[in-house]
């Protein structure tokens, strides 16, 4: 044999030996893809026994609440606009308030500065019916003690006595 023969030969015996050895790498990844496929199909099947009933139960009530949902929500809806449109007939009724209670309190502040312009008006005629009348007592009292004190002493009480300063006496 020829030593290229005994080449070839082994080369085709490497490389039935590499397809055989594929062939059994293969058929173990197979079988092990399909243990996993059956594995994952058991509990896929477990899964839909155990979750179905739940969606179903879920499904069912999401239909007997959701007309009852809407309704709520409608409800809301209709509450806010009442609450909205309350609201804003509170505001106009809160400012009309506020306005007349500022009209009557000016009314009344007018009326309260009448009434102590009038009072102190009146104490000042009064205060001057009282005092004009003692003052003119007053200043006849005090021309009749001027009179008396001439007459007693024979001068005016704002007149000094004059001092007759003797000449010799110079210090």
């Not at 055989?20 to 026994?49: G, Y």
């Not at 009344?108 to 009348?133: C, I, K, L, Q, Y």
Request: hydrophobic share 50%; proline share 3%; net charge negative.
């Amino acid at each position: 044999m020829n030593n290229e023969t005994t080449l070839l030969v082994i080369f085709v015996g490497i490389t039935g030996f590499a397809l055989v050895v594929q062939a059994i790498v293969m058929l173990v990844a197979f079988m092990t893809m399909r243990k996993t496929i059956i594995s994952l199909h058991e509990d896929v099947k477990e899964l839909r026994t155990t979750a179905m009933p739940i969606l179903e139960r879920s499904r069912e009530t999401l239909d007997r609440v959701a007309p009852k949902i809407e309704s709520v929500a409608d409800d809301v809806a209709e509450v806010t606009r009442v609450l909205r449109q309350q609201s804003l007939e509170f505001q106009a009724v809160a400012g009309d308030v506020l306005d007349r209670v500022h009209r009557q309190t000016s009314r009344v502040d007018n009326m309260f500065t009448n009434v102590v312009d009038g009072v102190e008006h009146a104490s000042n005629v009064v205060a001057d019916s009282v005092a004009r009348p003692i003052r003119q007592v007053a200043a006849m009292l005090a021309g009749a003690k001027a009179f008396l004190t001439v007459l007693a002493t024979g001068r005016r009480p704002d007149q000094q006595p004059e001092v007759t300063a003797d000449q010799d006496m110079f210090v």
